[in-house]
Nanobody
Framework: QVQLVESGGGLVQAGGSLRLSCAAS????????MGWFRQAPGKEREFVAAISWSGGRTLYADSVKGRFLISRDNSKNTVYLQMNSLKPEDTAVYYCAADASSAVSHDRLRYDYWGQGTQVTVSS
């Protein structure tokens, strides 16, 4: 069992930056693939980024590639999402998720555990 708690969301102007954190409980955090997803009002939850258990492999949605960076610190049971050059269309609730399989994936159905989400609002 893994419990996930996101933090770091807020209101930022377009072009600004935010760093989201996701703190995980449980002794096996380092064995999970971790992902970030987001959901805007009236839209489906969509993949943002994912990282392998070692941090050696990452995957990004095309819409955030080159602007967002996912990383993890297994000693702190935490995964991060550094978001730069934010755009109004990045406005959403951001969720972190944990996948017990070994494959880095964009498929939200593969993820077993989810946090409650943190709101990110980008003003124009």
């Amino acid at each position: 069992q893994v419990q996930l708690v996101e933090s770091g969301g807020g209101l930022v102007q377009a072009g600004g930056s935010l760093r989201l954190s996701c703190a995980a409980s449980g002794r096996t955090f380092s064995s999970y693939v971790m992902g970030w997803f987001r959901q805007a009002p009236g839209k489906e939850r969509e993949f943002v980024a994912a990282i392998s258990w070692s941090g050696g492999r990452t995957l990004y949605a095309d819409s955030v590639k080159g602007r967002f960076l996912i990383s993890r610190d297994n000693s702190k049971n935490t995964v991060y999402l550094q978001m730069n050059s934010l755009k109004p269309e990045d406005t959403a609730v951001y969720y972190c998720a944990a996948d017990a399989s070994s494959a880095v994936s964009h498929d939200r159905l593969r993820y077993d555990y989810w946090g409650q989400g943190t709101q990110v609002t980008v003003s124009s």
